[in-house]
């Protein structure tokens, strides 16, 4: 594996040309977004799109978003583009927000698992629009990390979580929102949230001028489910989660410790006496979202047995934090 630190607000031109070899021939790169690092590959070659499920032991159900540079290329993956697409796109792009459309038809299966949907975003990072450009194609990337494990906001964390399973690394620094992108299904009757991310519900719908819609229950129950990334147990640490009150974390945390276990602590405004490593986020949403994943690797590099993490807000704008410490903390 190959790593080289990049700009990530004006991209070393010769990099990007070699990470662009990369794609071109096949292989894998892990290149920053403003969300995740993804695990990019050309979108188009069946083959290459193949090297990432077995890169991430990923099941070959649970389908990748493609990346784009510009609406067009967008447009260029996908049947229709109606006037919701246009609404979310205008609003929202580049940015962390993916569009699910039905598929065309030279857009390989193995990316949208057998779907007639596919999942299409233009990132905001300039690292990702550079390396897309440079490809001169579409690029598959789903969060740079073994199936079920914490998504990497940082090149370290792709290279502990992947090694030698991807061929470059493209360091570009952490990444600024921290939680991966909202999901939001424009293929059907009505516009579907399939999965909340940092953008709120409000803000959408207002661009949308409509109400989104909850995924069908009776699909949540199935594994080819409407969209995989809800899948009950994901972002998960290795250590066992507890979630708890923030007035009961100190209890959590001696509870655990008595237990003889090794106890993390990912807080707000609580206190964790005697936990080995605590971890204290923003108590604003966007800065929880940045920094959460960060936190549960560190959980994991100390080697804890257990992290207790104070139960984060319950208002709208926590949505998507909530979603993700909800799976991480799933049994
Ligand atoms: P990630 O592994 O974080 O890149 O997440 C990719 C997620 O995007 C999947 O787990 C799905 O939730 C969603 N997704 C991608 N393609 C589709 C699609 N065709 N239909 C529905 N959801 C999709
Ligand atoms: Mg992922």
């Given at each position: 594996?190959?790593?080289?630190?990049?700009?990530?607000?004006?991209?070393?031109?010769?990099?990007?040309?070699?990470?662009?070899?990369?794609?071109?021939?096949?292989?894998?790169?892990?290149?920053?977004?403003?969300?995740?690092?993804?695990?990019?590959?050309?979108?188009?070659?069946?083959?290459?799109?193949?090297?990432?499920?077995?890169?991430?032991?990923?099941?070959?159900?649970?389908?990748?978003?493609?990346?784009?540079?510009?609406?067009?290329?967008?447009?260029?993956?996908?049947?229709?583009?109606?006037?919701?697409?246009?609404?979310?796109?205008?609003?929202?792009?580049?940015?962390?927000?993916?569009?699910?459309?039905?598929?065309?038809?030279?857009?390989?299966?193995?990316?949208?698992?057998?779907?007639?949907?596919?999942?299409?975003?233009?990132?905001?990072?300039?690292?990702?629009?550079?390396l897309i450009e440079g490809a001169g194609c579409p690029i598959a990337a789903p969060s740079a990390n073994r199936f079920t494990e914490i998504s990497p906001t940082t090149?370290?964390?792709?290279?502990?979580?992947?090694?030698?399973?991807?061929?470059?690394?493209?360091?570009?620094?952490?990444?600024?929102?921290?939680?991966?992108?909202?999901?939001?299904?424009?293929?059907?009757?009505?516009?579907?949230?399939?999965?909340?991310?940092?953008?709120?519900?409000?803000?959408?719908?207002?661009?949308?001028?409509?109400?989104?819609?909850?995924?069908?229950?009776?699909?949540?129950?199935?594994?080819?489910?409407?969209?995989?990334?809800?899948?009950?147990?994901?972002?998960?640490?290795?250590?066992?989660?507890?979630?708890?009150?923030?007035?009961?974390?100190?209890?959590?945390?001696?509870?655990?410790?008595?237990?003889?276990?090794?106890?993390?602590?990912?807080?707000?405004?609580?206190?964790?006496?005697?936990?080995?490593?605590?971890?204290?986020?923003?108590?604003?949403?966007?800065?929880?979202?940045?920094?959460?994943?960060?936190?549960?690797?560190?959980?994991?590099?100390?080697?804890?047995?257990?992290?207790?993490?104070?139960?984060?807000?319950?208002?709208?704008?926590?949505?998507?934090?909530?979603?993700?410490?909800?799976?991480?903390?799933?049994?």
């Open positions: 594996m190959i790593r080289h630190a990049v700009d990530a607000v004006r991209p070393d031109a010769a990099v990007i040309a070699a990470a662009a070899a990369v794609i071109q021939r096949g292989g894998l790169v892990a290149f920053p977004t403003e969300t995740v690092y993804g695990l990019g590959a050309n979108a188009l070659s069946e083959r290459a799109v193949l090297g990432i499920f077995a890169a991430k032991g990923r099941p070959s159900y649970n389908p990748i978003i493609a990346h784009v540079a510009t609406v067009e290329q967008a447009q260029s993956l996908v049947t229709r583009w109606p006037p919701w697409a246009v609404a979310l796109a205008t609003a929202f792009w580049p940015g962390p927000l993916s569009l699910v459309l039905p598929r065309a038809s030279h857009v390989p299966l193995a990316l949208t698992a057998g779907r007639d949907t596919v999942a299409v975003r233009m990132p905001a990072h300039p690292v990702a629009l550079a090149a370290d964390h792709v290279a502990h979580g992947l090694g030698n399973r991807v061929d470059m690394i493209l360091d570009g620094g952490p990444t600024q929102v921290g939680i991966e992108s909202t999901v939001v299904d424009v293929s059907g009757d009505a516009p579907v949230l399939l999965r909340p991310g940092t953008l709120s519900r409000a803000t959408l719908e207002r661009a949308l001028g409509t109400t989104l819609r909850d995924p069908a229950p009776a699909a949540e129950a199935t594994e080819a489910r409407q969209s995989p990334g809800m899948i009950e147990r994901h972002y998960a640490p290795h250590a066992r989660v507890v979630l708890v009150e923030p007035g009961s974390v100190p209890a959590a945390v001696a509870k655990e410790s008595a237990a003889g276990h090794r106890v993390g602590a990912i807080v707000i405004v609580a206190s964790a006496p005697g936990a080995v490593a605590v971890h204290r986020l923003p108590a604003d949403a966007l800065g929880y979202a940045r920094r959460l994943y960060a936190a549960l690797h560190a959980v994991d590099d100390a080697a804890c047995d257990v992290v207790c993490i104070e139960r984060p807000p319950d208002s709208l704008e926590w949505v998507g934090v909530n979603d993700r410490v909800r799976r991480a903390a799933h049994p």
